[in-house]
């Protein structure tokens, strides 16, 4: 029997070391076959070239440890869509595109970071557009890597500064895009992060009946991660 574990937006980073030590023994001690990360594994990631930063190097290798016990699934977030293939054979994991439909038990899954579906946010789909375009991201990473963590860290800045001036219905999802997303996969089960607000939410979309699972953010204190197995899915407190 299969038992797959959902994460998101761990936001890796050295300067929140007690988030890194909670993931990394939650890596040791997961008892799973596969492991998906839907996005924001890192705070920010400025290229594969910062593979040899001392803190990358240390979650790369908490990984790869974990990659020999379970597979590993990685998807980009809204922080690290610039994570490569270099990253990700470091770490032994599989890249999964956002969205991405996967069977677990026979569970139908459709797989999302979130942030795609926050489309009243027009601010932030422009933003995305001109990030993921692969024209943009090829000039940018021609630039030195100092300069690019450099970019990184101010538009970190920038985001939280717009994000107190946004509503908390412009930054969640938008009710027609879920619909949308459901309507194009014809599943029913939904999982996606992003939005920092854990939960369990019902859709009805035309005559089916849907469930969106929301991932939370990870904290010092615990985060929220989604579990399916045979009985189906559940909520799993780490801490
Ligand atoms: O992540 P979170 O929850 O804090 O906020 C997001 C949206 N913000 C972002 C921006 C990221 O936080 C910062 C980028 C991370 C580092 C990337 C690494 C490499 C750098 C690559 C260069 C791009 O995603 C936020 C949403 C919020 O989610 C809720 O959904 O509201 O959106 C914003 O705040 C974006 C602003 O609205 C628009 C920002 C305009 C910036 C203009 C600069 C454009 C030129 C880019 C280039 C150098
Ligand atoms: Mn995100």
Request: aromatic fraction near 8%.
């Amino acid at each position: 029997m299969d038992r797959a574990v959902f994460v998101s937006d761990i936001h890796l980073s050295e300067s929140t070391p007690a988030i890194s030590s909670l993931f990394f023994r939650f890596l040791e001690e997961i008892d799973a076959t596969a492991l998906y990360v839907l996005g924001d594994l890192f705070d920010a990631w400025p290229g594969d070239d910062d593979l040899e930063d001392p803190f990358v190097v240390r979650a790369v290798s908490a990984m790869k440890k974990a990659s020999l016990r379970m597979k590993l699934h990685v998807m980009h977030g809204n922080r690290d869509f610039l994570m490569g293939k270099g990253f990700l054979e470091a770490c032994g994991a599989l890249s999964v595109p956002d969205p991405f439909c996967c069977e677990i038990n026979g569970i139908q899954l459709l797989l999302a970071h979130g942030d795609a579906l926050c489309t009243a946010d027009l601010e932030y789909q422009a933003f995305r557009r001109q990030v993921r375009d692969p024209a943009w991201q090829a000039s940018f990473l021609a630039r030195p890597l100092a300069e690019r963590k450099e970019v990184a860290r101010g538009l970190r800045q920038q985001s939280e500064m717009k994000k107190l001036k946004k509503s908390d219905a412009i930054m969640d999802v938008d009710e027609s895009a879920v619909a949308e997303a459901f309507r194009t996969h014809g599943y029913v089960t939904m999982i996606h992060g992003h939005t920092h607000r854990p939960g369990k939410h019902r859709h009805q979309v035309d005559s089916r009946r849907c469930e969106r699972w929301v991932l939370g953010d990870w904290h010092e204190a615990g985060a929220i991660a989604i579990s399916a197995s045979g009985g189906g899915l559940s909520f799993l407190e780490i801490k």
